[in-house]
């Protein structure tokens, strides 16, 4: 099993920065790719940023420029940089990886217990 652990949300005023964080432990064998997703109220929860285990990077076209997923495989930790923030960008924050078990064969995709992230003034 792969456990996620996430912090860095808060309450933030429009055009400042905050960074998330998730950490991965338990019985790792490899994590492939590590993600955030957010999920604004009412609304469902769409990917703001992947970055693959060769650190490959993807983003939602209303985070590019603003957001920036780093990634450190020493520590299986993933963070997300996010500069510029606005009102529409509060949302409660996931974090997610693909990653596979020690002893198992297929990876699974695990999820973090989510940030929320508020931008207002």
């Known amino acids: 099993q792969v456990q996620l652990v996430e912090s860095g949300g808060g309450l933030v005023q429009p055009g400042g920065s905050l960074t998330l964080s998730c950490t991965a432990s338990g019985s790792i064998d490899g994590i492939y790719t590590m993600s955030w997703y957010r999920q604004a109220a009412g609304k469902q929860r769409d990917m703001v940023a992947t970055?693959?285990?060769?650190?490959?990077?993807n983003y939602a076209e209303y985070v590019k420029g603003r957001f920036t997923i780093f990634r450190d495989n020493t520590k299986n930790t993933v963070r997300l940089q996010m500069n510029s923030l606005k009102p529409e960008d509060t949302a409660v924050y996931y974090c997610n990886v693909f990653a596979k078990s020690i002893g198992t064969v297929t990876p699974y995709y695990y999820w973090g217990q989510g940030t929320q992230v508020t931008v207002s003034s």
């Open positions: 970055i693959t285990a060769g650190g490959s990077t």
